[in-house]
């Protein structure tokens, strides 16, 4: 059984699709981050040990599935927003600093 945790709900802008680049260079970013297989994080309360890379549902909506360390259970964790954005941040100030750099 696997169960889903996340805060909110989902609206159109978490459905949109982005592009197979977009999705590639957010996952290697949230990777970056400590969002990778065997990982332990923690949040909404609980400690996760990551058992897969994150998975782009949409635009704002990426989640990871996590074995929930004091229960044991699989489950598919979101990953928040504010993380969301960090990375995208991020992504974005390292193509600017790319393009200064090799202008």
């Not at 996340?6 to 590639?24: D, I, M, W």
């Not at 957010?26 to 996760?48: A, D, P, S, T, V």
């Amino acid at each position: 059984m696997v169960r889903t945790i996340s805060t909110g709900t989902l609206t159109a802008e978490h459905t949109g699709a982005p592009t197979t680049g977009e999705k590639l260079s957010l996952c290697e970013e949230l990777k970056r981050l400590g969002f990778i297989r065997e990982n332990q994080i923690m949040l909404y309360g609980h400690k996760f040990e990551v058992v897969n890379d994150p998975i782009v549902l949409g635009h704002n909506l990426v989640v990871v599935d996590a074995i929930e360390k004091n229960s044991g259970l699989l489950m598919r964790v979101r990953i928040p927003l504010t993380i969301l954005k960090i990375a995208k941040g991020n992504r974005r100030w390292d193509r600017s600093r790319a393009n200064t750099l090799s202008a």
